[in-house]
């Protein structure tokens, strides 16, 4: 099984909002990603996890606040976006974070409209 | 720093035609090499990969090969079909301080008409 589980699929939000995306693996991955991906561009990186600690942040903007509570789950806590945050979120696990080799299994993403 | 070039698209096939979709790659030390496909409305899904120089990757018809003299990981496939059509993305997975990073390409959007 090779399934990265995101929720919910669709999330519509005003800019004063506060709303979370989670993801979800049961594959054992102890590195996990979210990313951002625009309409017809590549995914961005946002953050990475490994073993539960955050080690990679590339500079995202604090109104995004990822959290790892376990091995198995990440989520996303939004807060006060902008309409240019709207976009596909995606989260993607691997089981390691070093070795280049590693595959990253990507779920089917959230896809988040900020009005 | 790294960087993948993927051939600009959309490109737009006839049923059973042969697909090419090029890529090339800047990175220092030893990167892996992926190809990354994307359905309509869905995440990515690994396509295939590549680790070392001269590794052959293929998977549903699929075939790439890491190029080291040339930088380069072309996608191809023999006869393309409509549940091909997708957006087709090279990616290079660096080690060193860039664990955990993977550089994508900028995507090929594939089309595919019977």
């Known amino acids: 099984d090779t399934e990265v589980t995101q929720t919910p699929k669709h999330l519509v939000m005003g800019m004063t909002n506060k709303k979370s995306l989670k993801c979800e693996q049961h594959?054992?991955?102890?590195?996990m990603y979210w990313y951002k991906q625009k309409a017809k561009k590549p995914p961005e990186l946002m953050f990475v996890?490994?073993?539960?600690?955050?080690?990679i942040n590339e500079s995202v903007p604090s109104r995004f606040s990822p959290e790892c509570p376990n091995s198995s789950l990440l989520n996303l806590h939004l807060h006060a976006l902008q309409p240019e945050d709207s976009a596909l979120y995606l989260c993607?696990?691997?089981?390691?974070?070093?070795?280049?080799?590693?595959?990253?299994?990507f779920g089917a993403g959230t896809r988040l409209s900020v009005l | 720093g790294d960087s993948v070039t993927q051939m600009e698209g959309p490109v737009t096939l006839s049923e059973e035609a042969f697909l090419t979709i090029n890529c090339t790659y800047t990175a220092t030390g030893y990167p892996s090499l992926f190809w990354y496909v994307q359905y309509p409305g869905e995440g990515l899904q690994l396509l295939l990969k590549?680790?070392?120089?001269?590794d052959k990757g293929s998977n549903k018809g699929f075939e790439a090969t890491y190029r080291k003299e040339t930088t380069s990981f072309h996608l191809e496939k023999g006869s393309v079909q409509v549940s091909d059509s997708a957006v087709y993305f090279c990616a290079l997975g660096a080690g060193g301080t860039s664990y955990g990073k993977l550089t994508f390409g900028q995507g090929t959007i594939l089309t595919v008409h019977p």
């Open positions: 594959m054992g991955h102890r590195a």
């Open positions: 996890y490994s073993y539960e600690k955050l080690s």
């Open positions: 590549a680790t070392k120089a001269d």
């Open positions: 993607a696990s691997s089981q390691e974070r070093q070795g280049s080799a590693n595959i990253q299994y």
